[in-house]
């Protein structure tokens, strides 16, 4: 079985940018062997609302949307719609100050990439 190097951010919610708080709500899988990027997002509004009960849980799904979006690339990345996998990954983990955040980058081995995604949100995020 081959084993490909990928990367992947956890992608976060600071509600209160200002406060610093953070929680993470997703991961983006990136694997340049398979031409693979993809986002896994599960956000908890249990504890978005403990951190800010007045969060703007809607706008916070929409750019969450977006993440996923660009992932996919397409027409519906906006921008990204003709960018390979590898630059949409790159534009999606530069830092931001903004509500959603993506965190630092980390590497690893895999044979399959979209199970590595699977899995890295049921370990990082749920």
């Not at 031409?35 to 009960?53: C, K, Q, S």
């Not at 977006?66 to 990954?89: M, S």
Request: aromatic share 6%.
């Amino acid at each position: 079985m081959t084993r490909d190097v990928f990367e992947y951010a956890l992608v976060r919610v600071v509600p209160r940018v200002e406060r610093g708080e953070q929680f993470n709500v997703g991961v983006v899988v990136y694997c340049r062997a398979k031409a693979f990027v993809a986002a896994r997002i599960h956000l908890d509004e249990g504890r978005l609302r403990a951190l800010d009960p007045a969060a703007d849980v809607e706008g916070i799904r929409a750019a969450l949307g977006a993440v996923e979006r660009i992932c996919e690339g397409g027409e519906a990345a906006g921008q990204a719609e003709r960018d390979d996998a590898g630059r949409r990954f790159r534009w999606l983990i530069a830092p931001r100050s903004t509500v959603v955040q993506p965190g630092p980058v980390h590497t690893g081995l895999t044979a399959d990439p979209g199970a590595e995604a699977d899995r890295l949100l049921d370990l990082l995020v749920r």
